[in-house]
């Protein structure tokens, strides 16, 4: 009797202990992919916090305002809205005389259009016409969800599309987030641009959950799987499915592929299994010392030989 009344108590200790960790999984899903209102910074990226800092984020989840723009270019441009299913989307479309062809920059997590007007000022000055977009729920574009590259592949889609009704050709530039989306417009939406330059792509949104636990010195299981689970619940996909990998094995899109070496969020496993499976014509560029951040910022002779030599041939 007595062992019965011991194995009930763990049996209900469990039980417990598994409804705890599914309510602060879904909690920390709900503050990853909903952006907040209220004044302040993002929270640092894990690598950047200190022991204290980082078990309060464990505690209480991330701060994640909406993204917003604090910049504008300094190339003349016009500010265009467009339709998406996620919602209305905020465009700076800066036109150049005689444009060998347009480039859609799409941006990252947590980040908007503003932070791609150095690569943007770049390709004008390739021939290139630009058009940088904020994905549903960042920047000037409507709403504050974000799902870290499933939906906003409807957002990829639907500039794509506008940009197809123009003469000339599209190609699409893309880091992090973006790089992921574009891949899923390309492999399920029926997408399909000229060519795609991606930086940095995760694998896939379990092995991104995975690194971000690491980079914490946090076991990522169960956690990670917890937290992949109710982000997709909660903003209705099955997140499990969202893989850049498998994406990359349904596209012959011609894409260039860019990873730094000192990425602490996206590996080089990923990196070598999302450009074995490209199916199309293919080049990579790997950057020393770069982290998870624009190569340029290290390296900008390099990036741009790279970017020119496959956009111009």
């Known amino acids: 009797m007595r062992h019965a009344r011991k194995l009930r108590r763990l049996a209900v200790l469990a039980a417990l202990a598994f409804v705890l960790l599914n309510v602060v999984a879904a909690f920390h899903a709900w503050r990853f992919t909903h952006f907040t209102t ?22 209480t989840g991330i701060k994640n305002p909406k993204p917003v723009n604090h910049a504008a270019p300094d190339f ?43 690569e943007a000022a770049y390709f004008r000055s390739l021939g290139y016409s630009v058009v940088l977009t904020d994905f549903a729920g ?6 504050n969800v974000c799902t870290v590259g499933h939906h906003e592949a409807e957002d990829v889609a639907a ?8 003469p000339g050709p599209v190609f699409i530039y893309a880091n992090s987030m973006g790089a992921v989306a574009t891949l899923r417009a390309e492999a399920e939406l029926g997408v399909r641009p000229t060519a795609n330059l991606l930086e940095c792509p995760y694998g896939s949104m379990l092995e991104t959950a995975q690194s971000r636990f690491r980079s914490m010195h946090v076991p990522p299981f169960p956690m990670a799987n ?10 209705n996909f099955w997140a499990f499915d969202l893989d850049a ?69």
């Open 245 to 313: 990998t498998r994406y990359a094995a349904r596209i012959t899109t011609p894409t260039l592929l860019m990873w730094g070496e000192a990425d602490p969020r996206v590996t080089r496993p990923e990196t070598d299994a999302i450009y074995a499976a490209l199916r199309g014509p293919r080049k990579r560029q790997d950057f020393p010392r770069s982290g998870h951040e624009p190569y340029w910022w290290k390296h900008k002779a390099l990036w741009e030989s790279t970017v020119r030599e496959f956009m111009i041939k």
């Open 76 to 118: 003349p441009y016009v500010t265009t809205y467009l339709e998406s299913p996620n919602g209305r989307l905020e465009v700076w479309h800066g036109e150049v005389p005689n444009a060998r062809g347009t480039v859609a920059l799409f941006h990252g997590y947590t980040s908007s259009k503003a932070k791609l007007l150095s």
């Open 159 to 166: 500039v794509v599309q506008w940009l197809q009704q123009r």
């Open 38 to 59: 209220e004044v302040g910074t993002h929270t640092d990226n894990p690598e950047q916090l200190t022991l204290l800092q980082k078990l309060w984020v464990l505690v």
């Open 138 to 143: 960042n920047g000037g574009s409507e709403g």
């Open 226 to 235: 917890l937290l992949v689970f109710w982000g997709g619940v909660e903003n």
